[in-house]
Each structure stands twice: as structure tokens, then as C-alpha cells.
């Protein structure tokens, strides 16, 4: 499995657009992206996947750069309900039984 | 549609009983899991199932059991605990194989033994 890197915190003004990057440098041609978040307390959420197009859903949206060595997740009007640690993971498609590790990650911190 | 619903929330053991964790989905998911995440750890897969009828160990399996018999509930038990199991459990769950990293969890239990 690829290894990404995250910087481990970030700060968005609430309303504005959070931008959260990912470097995956190492990933393969058949190995997808996935963005995870954990509020404090609460169980991880899916975001959102994509192979090597850029994808949108009513969460979030998320580019990956054509070398696909990177990624980015954005929040476009972040609100308090935010805040997390967001988790960028580099999978193939799935197999069975297919553990979810998450990485360090990066502290999102949404400002009033 | 409650997504992965999960009971107890809370619950205080002594070392030695018993109980058991109660997982339950209504997105008609294939797959199962117990995960368990310690303090500022990260998750670790105890126990899943790729179907009803079917369980297989995950990456730290011991002292724990499971059963899958109805495909929307997944049971977690804890023959007999000890305070290395105070944990918060993570049940979640997903499609078939091509999706089985897009995983839906439930709002976890908290379990202290003392």
C-alpha cells in the first residue's frame, strides 16, 4: 500500500473553503484515494474515493493531480462541525476483509 | 435509514465477566467489522464477517468472539474481560468487495474494565 504524508494541522476560517492536501507519491495505477474524518469521540466517516478522476458529492470534493502523486480534499464552506481529523488513505479497490489503518492524519481546526 | 447503530454505549465490566457488543445496519452491507481504537491510537480490526453465516479473525482476535447470524447484525463478545480490553469498539460495515474500503461506522461503545 502507498504511503501518504499529511501536514498534521490546519486552520480554516468558518465559511471559507478548506483545502487539506495529501502526497502519495508511491501509489499505483489500480490503487484508489479515500478521505476518512473522525470527529472527537465519534466513529470515522467516509468522505470520499476517487481513482484518478476528480469527484464530488454532497460532502466534499477531491482532486488528484494527473501524475496522481497527489490529492486534495476541499471542504468548500467549512463550518465548526468541521473539525476533525481528517484521514487520507491508499488502497486498492478492496479485497476481503479490508482493514481500514489511518495514518497520522491532519487536525482540521474550523474558526469562528 | 439509521445507518450502523450500536449497544451499549457505555459499560463498565470487572475483570472476568462477560458481555456482549451489539452491531446492527440497515443498508443491506455484506460486510462487517469490529474495530477497537485505544487512546490517541489508531483502529485496530478485531473480528469481521463477508457474510451471514461467515466470521474471520481480523488483527488482534484474542479474548474476543463473534456471530453473524442475521446479515444486518454483527455480535461482539467478550468471554471473559480484562482491563486490557478497555477500549472504545467501532462496529462498521460496507459492500461487497469492490467498496469494502468505503465503510460506514456506528457512533461506537465505550467500555471500561476495572
Known amino acids: 500500500d502507498a504511503k501518504t504524508t499529511q501536514p498534521p494541522s490546519m486552520d480554516c476560517a468558518e465559511g471559507r473553503a478548506a483545502n487539506l492536501p495529501c502526497n502519495h507519491s508511491t501509489i499505483s495505477g489500480n490503487e484508489y484515494v479515500y478521505w476518512y474524518r473522525q470527529i472527537h469521540s465519534q466513529g470515522p466517516q467516509y468522505i470520499i474515493h476517487g481513482l484518478k478522476n476528480n469527484e464530488t458529492n454532497e460532502m466534499a470534493s477531491l482532486i488528484i493531480t494527473e501524475d496522481r502523486k497527489s490529492s486534495t480534499l476541499i471542504l468548500p464552506h467549512a463550518t465548526l462541525r468541521d473539525t476533525a481529523v481528517y484521514y487520507c488513505?491508499?488502497?486498492?479497490?478492496?479485497?476481503?476483509?479490508?482493514?481500514?489503518?489511518f495514518g497520522e492524519g491532519t487536525q482540521l481546526t474550523v474558526n469562528p | 435509514n439509521a445507518g450502523v447503530t450500536q449497544t451499549p454505549k457505555f459499560r463498565v465490566l470487572k475483570t472476568g465477566q462477560s458481555m456482549t457488543l451489539l452491531c446492527a445496519q440497515d443498508?443491506?452491507?455484506?460486510?462487517m467489522y469490529w474495530y477497537r481504537q485505544d487512546p490517541g491510537m489508531g483502529l485496530r480490526l478485531i473480528h469481521y464477517s463477508v457474510g451471514e453465516g461467515t466470521t474471520a479473525k481480523g488483527e488482534v482476535p484474542d479474548g474476543y468472539n463473534v456471530s453473524r447470524l442475521k446479515k444486518q447484525n454483527f455480535l461482539l463478545g467478550l468471554e471473559s474481560a480484562a482491563p486490557s480490553q478497555t477500549s472504545v469498539y467501532f462496529c462498521?460495515?460496507?459492500?461487497?468487495?469492490?467498496?469494502?474500503?468505503?465503510?460506514?461506522f456506528g457512533p461506537g461503545t465505550r467500555l471500561t474494565v476495572t
Open positions: 462498521a460495515s460496507s459492500f461487497g468487495t469492490a467498496r469494502s474500503y468505503e465503510q460506514y
Open positions: 443498508m443491506n452491507h455484506e460486510y
Open positions: 488513505i491508499v488502497r486498492v479497490g478492496g479485497t476481503s476483509g479490508s482493514r481500514l489503518t
